[in-house]
């Protein structure tokens, strides 16, 4: 899209309660602390639908609330804002819709009992991020089944940014199933869950591997995920994750992750316990 940096009228109305569901997961990546201004900010797309895009260089966050029963755009265009701001703006407002409108670089956000103006910058200075390729391959999982490996193995990984690679969490697409591991040297997390379906991959499927951090993982696992499925493209230098209304892409860790296999035991003795009484 290109707009006309001056007197770009964005006009839209949107359910609040749905915004601010969306701002608020924005706000886990546009951190107000950082030390990048431009990083502190979202950016909003508007055309058929509503778009929010926020970055740290190296997690990208893209949100979609869909044109319909909670979303109508008279007017599209783009706004890059604080992100912080425009979250408290959302939140103070009591109202259940929401009019937003751009005109000359002032946003406007009212309801019918209070009224705010934000200022914006540039939305051409907000960096690109790689979107998920539609064209190229990709697998399928059950939005739930992945979740839940993230959930189970995230926690493993170090917290020490120093240690190269022990700080992301090993992908492996591997045939039918994608398996996660974790580790920081003392305990080791590996889980596995079953590919629903393959695109664009050839009769011995897929055959993968990623080194990702482990804190954008995290973010993930606590999106407002609804779709029934998700899809995972690994790519040269980062990987792409989506559903229906949020698409999120991850710079990968270069190098080769260690060697767990080495800490896993390769005997046959095996202790059972009921996990409520553990």
Same mark, same amino acid.
């Given at each position: 899209?290109?707009?006309?940096?001056?007197?770009?009228?964005?006009?839209?109305?949107?359910?609040?309660?749905?915004?601010?569901?969306?701002?608020?997961? #924005?706000? &886990?990546?546009?951190? #107000?602390? !950082?030390?990048?201004?431009?990083?502190?900010?979202?950016?909003?797309?508007? =055309?058929? !639908? %509503?778009?929010?895009?926020?970055? =740290?260089?190296? &997690?990208?966050?893209?949100?979609?609330?869909?044109?319909?029963? /909670? %979303?109508?755009?008279?007017?599209?265009?783009?706004?890059?804002?604080? @992100?912080?701001?425009?979250?408290?703006?959302?939140?103070?407002?009591? !109202?259940?819709?929401?009019?937003?409108?751009?005109?000359?670089?002032?946003?406007?956000? $009212?309801?019918? *009992?209070?009224?705010?103006? /934000?200022?914006?910058?540039?939305?051409?200075?907000?960096?690109?991020?790689?979107?998920? =390729?539609?064209?190229?391959?990709?697998?399928?999982?059950?939005?739930?089944?992945?979740?839940?490996?993230?959930?189970?193995?995230?926690?493993?990984?170090?917290? !020490?940014?120093?240690?190269?690679?022990?700080?992301?969490?090993?992908?492996?697409?591997?045939?039918?199933?994608?398996?996660?591991?974790?580790?920081?040297?003392?305990?080791?997390?590996?889980?596995?869950?079953?590919?629903? #379906?393959?695109?664009?991959?050839?009769? =011995?499927?897929?055959?993968?591997?990623?080194?990702?951090?482990?804190?954008?993982?995290?973010?993930?696992?606590?999106?407002?995920?609804? @779709?029934?499925?998700?899809?995972?493209?690994?790519?040269?230098?980062?990987?792409?994750?989506?559903?229906?209304?949020?698409?999120?892409?991850?710079?990968?860790? $270069?190098?080769?992750?260690?060697?767990?296999?080495?800490?896993?035991?390769?005997? *046959?003795?095996?202790?059972?316990?009921?996990?409520?009484?553990?």
């Amino acid at each position: 899209w290109v707009y006309p940096l001056r007197r770009l009228i964005v006009e839209l109305t949107a359910k609040r309660k749905n915004l601010l569901k969306l701002v608020k997961a #924005a706000n &886990t990546v546009a951190r #107000a602390t !950082d030390e990048r201004p431009i990083f502190r900010n979202l950016l909003l797309e508007a =055309d058929q !639908d %509503l778009y929010i895009t926020v970055s =740290d260089m190296v &997690t990208g966050l893209r949100l979609r609330l869909a044109n319909g029963e /909670l %979303l109508s755009v008279k007017s599209g265009g783009r706004a890059l804002l604080s @992100a912080l701001t425009f979250q408290r703006v959302v939140e103070s407002i009591p !109202d259940a819709e929401l009019n937003i409108t751009l005109r000359d670089n002032r946003l406007v956000v $009212s309801g019918n *009992k209070a009224k705010f103006e /934000l200022s914006t910058e540039d939305a051409r200075d907000f960096p690109p991020i790689r979107k998920f =390729d539609v064209n190229g391959r990709f697998v399928q999982l059950i939005s739930t089944d992945f979740v839940n490996l993230l959930r189970r193995v995230v926690f493993f990984a170090h917290t !020490d940014y120093s240690i190269h690679n022990m700080h992301g969490v090993l992908f492996k697409l591997k045939q039918d199933r994608l398996h996660i591991v974790g580790t920081n040297g003392q305990r080791l997390g590996v889980a596995s869950a079953q590919i629903k #379906a393959t695109i664009g991959y050839g009769a =011995d499927g897929p055959s993968e591997s990623s080194i990702v951090p482990a804190k954008a993982l995290e973010i993930f696992s606590k999106l407002p995920i609804e @779709a029934e499925l998700i899809d995972i493209q690994c790519g040269n230098k980062s990987i792409s994750v989506r559903s229906d209304a949020i698409e999120l892409t991850i710079t990968t860790i $270069s190098g080769q992750y260690v060697p767990y296999e080495r800490g896993i035991p390769n005997n *046959k003795k095996l202790l059972r316990i009921q996990r409520k009484r553990l």
